[in-house]
């Protein structure tokens, strides 16, 4: 026969469905949990894979991981009373945990962190080691947090859990702990809140492909930037040098030329395998560049008239 207090759970039961990197303890909690299931049957928890994964985030089609939640939760016709973030104890908050959470975020609703989510940490025994130097408790070790993390703390209301699977007693404290907190949120997560984060997960696949594609293109060339205003001046000050030349050598002036043309041609071909880039020139550079050429020509054109003038 059972005791009031387990009738109590059991009439209490909640689902909770766990998110969160691999190695971070999500099937020992489910583990631990079902281990006591049989005298206080008050949680069943579910562990999702890909949310959060390191290894499938990185290598399996994000559409597919988003089935697979949408899967679990459709089968599970009520919802689930919490979504839980499961953290490890005693490791830095660091960017690959960021991107987890950013990835919750968008899968499962940009507010769902406010209304839906307890969070678990791990590795319990640790802390219990840590907090016999100075006596700190879980709850001061939460709000003492700076960052990134004290902001998620603050974000999830401060509904977090220590768990420590060493002992059966603690076990039963922390099953008591999770529901407690499960309870403070109130609302379950449904099938029409995962629909409602639908351009979360748009935005999910877009980043995917784009990752993918990015392996996938060739990786870029190296290429030279010219200064569009350089070329513009050089070439300017290379054709009032023929000009010049051809004023006094036909010969060395057709030399010229050819060097000019062969230059043209190298810097075409350059750009067209992608190895060098010309820069748009300054509209005023290239007009008085322009404007030079024309009144050097002139000034030729009028030089050698006079000098044949004056031969006659």
Same mark, same amino acid.
């Given at each position: 026969?059972?005791?009031?207090?387990?009738?109590?759970?059991?009439?209490?039961?909640? @689902?909770?469905?766990?998110?969160?990197?691999?190695?971070?303890?999500?099937?020992?909690?489910?583990?631990?949990?079902?281990?006591?299931?049989?005298?206080? =049957?008050?949680?069943?928890?579910?562990?999702?894979?890909?949310?959060?994964?390191?290894?499938?985030?990185?290598?399996?089609?994000?559409?597919?991981?988003?089935?697979?939640?949408?899967?679990?939760?459709?089968?599970?016709?009520?919802?689930?009373?919490?979504?839980?973030?499961?953290?490890?104890?005693?490791?830095?908050?660091?960017?690959?945990?960021?991107?987890?959470?950013?990835?919750?975020?968008?899968?499962?609703?940009?507010?769902?962190? @406010?209304?839906?989510?307890?969070?678990i940490m791990t590795y319990g025994d640790l802390f219990e080691t840590d907090s016999d130097e100075d006596g700190?408790?879980?709850?001061?070790?939460?709000?003492?947090?700076?960052?990134?993390?004290?902001?998620?703390?603050?974000?999830?209301?401060? @509904?977090?859990?220590?768990?420590?699977?060493?002992? @059966?007693?603690?076990?039963?404290?922390?099953?008591?702990?999770?529901?407690?907190?499960?309870?403070?949120?109130?609302?379950?997560?449904?099938?029409?809140?995962?629909?409602?984060?639908?351009?979360?997960?748009?935005?999910?696949?877009?980043?995917?492909?784009?990752?993918?594609?990015?392996?996938?293109?060739?990786?870029?060339?190296?290429?030279?930037?010219? =200064?569009?205003?350089?070329?513009?001046?050089?070439?300017?000050?290379?054709?009032?040098?023929?000009?010049?030349?051809?004023?006094?050598?036909?010969?060395?002036?057709?030399?010229?030329?050819?060097?000019?043309?062969?230059?043209?041609?190298?810097?075409?071909?350059?750009?067209?395998?992608?190895?060098?880039?010309?820069?748009?020139?300054?509209?005023?550079?290239?007009?008085?560049?322009?404007?030079v050429c024309i009144l050097y020509v002139i000034k030729t054109t009028t030089t050698k008239s006079m000098?044949?003038?004056?031969?006659?």
């Amino acid at each position: 026969m059972k005791s009031v207090a387990t009738k109590y759970y059991y009439s209490n039961k909640k @689902r909770i469905l766990l998110v969160g990197r691999e190695g971070n303890g999500k099937r020992s909690v489910v583990k631990s949990l079902k281990s006591i299931s049989d005298e206080y =049957n008050d949680i069943e928890a579910i562990a999702t894979q890909g949310v959060g994964d390191c290894k499938e985030d990185r290598q399996e089609n994000i559409l597919a991981v988003i089935n697979r939640v949408q899967a679990t939760i459709q089968n599970t016709a009520e919802g689930f009373d919490a979504l839980v973030l499961v953290l490890k104890y005693g490791v830095r908050f660091t960017k690959q945990e960021k991107d987890a959470v950013e990835m919750v975020k968008l899968m499962f609703g940009d507010h769902v962190f @406010r209304s839906h989510v307890t969070i678990i940490m791990t590795y319990g025994d640790l802390f219990e080691t840590d907090s016999d130097e100075d006596g700190t408790t879980f709850e001061s070790w939460c709000r003492e947090q700076t960052g990134d993390i004290q902001r998620l703390f603050e974000e999830v209301g401060h @509904r977090i859990v220590l768990m420590d699977n060493k002992s @059966r007693e603690k076990q039963i404290t922390q099953a008591r702990n999770i529901q407690r907190c499960v309870q403070l949120i109130g609302k379950k997560y449904t099938t029409e809140d995962f629909r409602n984060a639908e351009e979360g997960q748009r935005v999910l696949i877009a980043r995917e492909n784009a990752r993918e594609n990015a392996r996938n293109s060739p990786e870029p060339k190296d290429h030279t930037v010219i =200064n569009g205003n350089i070329v513009v001046s050089f070439l300017t000050m290379w054709i009032c040098l023929m000009l010049f030349i051809i004023s006094y050598s036909a010969i060395l002036g057709l030399v010229w030329i050819a060097l000019l043309l062969l230059g043209i041609l190298f810097v075409h071909l350059q750009v067209r395998k992608g190895l060098m880039v010309i820069g748009r020139p300054n509209k005023y550079v290239a007009g008085i560049s322009v404007v030079v050429c024309i009144l050097y020509v002139i000034k030729t054109t009028t030089t050698k008239s006079m000098n044949k003038l004056e031969a006659t």
